[in-house]
C-alpha cells in the first residue's frame, strides 16, 4: 500500500478512561498524498491537516459541513498550527513560505516569505501574539500576529531544524533538528541558554510540559 492521505479520528481519551481500546470514530477523506501534519482546533469543532498535495485541509466535525480545501502552497505542507481562539490557522511549507489562513469557507490567506529553505514547523505562542517557525535553513523566527511582522531570527543549528515552539509562559522557546540535539533559547534575549547532546539520531519534535 501507499503512504496514508486520510485522517482517523479515534475516541482514544474517552476510552482509556474506560478502561477499553480505542474505536474508530470517523475517517477524513480528501488529501491526494500523505498527510504530514494535523491538528486539532481548540474550539473542537474542526480538524486542520496539512499534506505533501500541497494543500491544508479544515474538516469540521458537523456531518452536514462540508470540508474546506484551501490551496495556495507551491510545495508539501509540513506543519499547521491553530491559534489558540481558533480564528488562525497557519502552515509552513516546502515552498519556503508561511501561510496565514482564515478558517472558514472563503479560505482567505496572506503569505510571509519567511526562511530562505523549507519552512518544517509552525507554532502559536500561547497568548496568540506570536508564531515561531523553523527551517531547513538552520534558523527559527519569530514573527508578530497578526501585524505578521519579522521579530527576530535565532541562530545556532548546525543543520536543519525541525521543530520549534515557545514555552506557555513564553520565555523560553525549545528548538529540535538534525545535528542531534535540542536546544533551550531565552525569549527575551534571544540566547542559547541550554543544549542538550543525548539524541543519537535527528531529533524530530520537542514540546514543554504544560506545567
Known amino acids: 500500500g501507499g503512504r ?4 482517523q479520528l479515534s475516541s482514544v481519551i474517552s476510552s482509556w478512561l474506560r478502561g477499553m481500546d480505542p474505536t474508530l470514530e470517523r475517517s477524513f477523506r480528501g488529501h491526494k498524498d ?7 482546533n481548540p474550539n473542537m469543532k474542526q480538524l486542520v491537516s496539512g499534506g505533501a498535495d500541497s494543500t491544508v485541509m479544515i474538516w469540521n466535525f458537523k456531518l452536514q459541513l462540508r470540508a474546506y480545501r484551501f490551496v495556495g502552497h507551491k ?13 488562525l490557522v497557519a502552515s509552513g511549507s516546502k515552498d519556503r513560505t508561511v501561510r496565514l489562513w482564515i478558517p472558514n469557507v472563503k479560505g482567505e490567506s496572506t503569505t510571509i516569505k519567511a526562511h530562505m529553505a523549507a519552512v518544517r514547523s509552525v507554532s502559536f505562542s500561547s497568548d496568540g501574539q506570536h508564531l515561531v517557525s523553523a527551517s531547513d535553513d538552520k534558523t527559527i523566527k519569530v514573527w508578530s500576529i497578526p501585524a505578521q511582522r519579522f521579530k527576530h531570527s535565532l541562530a545556532g543549528h548546525s543543520n536543519w531544524v525541525r521543530n520549534a515552539k515557545l514555552s506557555p509562559d513564553g520565555r523560553l522557546l525549545v ?5 542531534k540535539t ?4 531565552d525569549s ?3 540566547a542559547c541558554i541550554h ?4 539524541h543519537t539520531a535527528l531529533v524530530g519534535t520537542c514540546q514543554f510540559h504544560p506545567d
Open 4 to 7: 496514508p492521505s486520510s485522517l
Open 182 to 185: 535540542v536546544k533551550l533559547w
Open 188 to 190: 527575551r534575549t534571544h
Open 195 to 198: 543544549t542538550f547532546y543525548d
Open 34 to 40: 500523505a498527510v504530514s501534519s494535523v491538528v486539532f
Open 175 to 179: 528548538s529540535s533538528g538534525d545535528d
Open 75 to 87: 510545495g508539501a505542507v509540513y506543519s499547521v498550527a491553530v491559534s489558540p481562539a481558533g480564528n
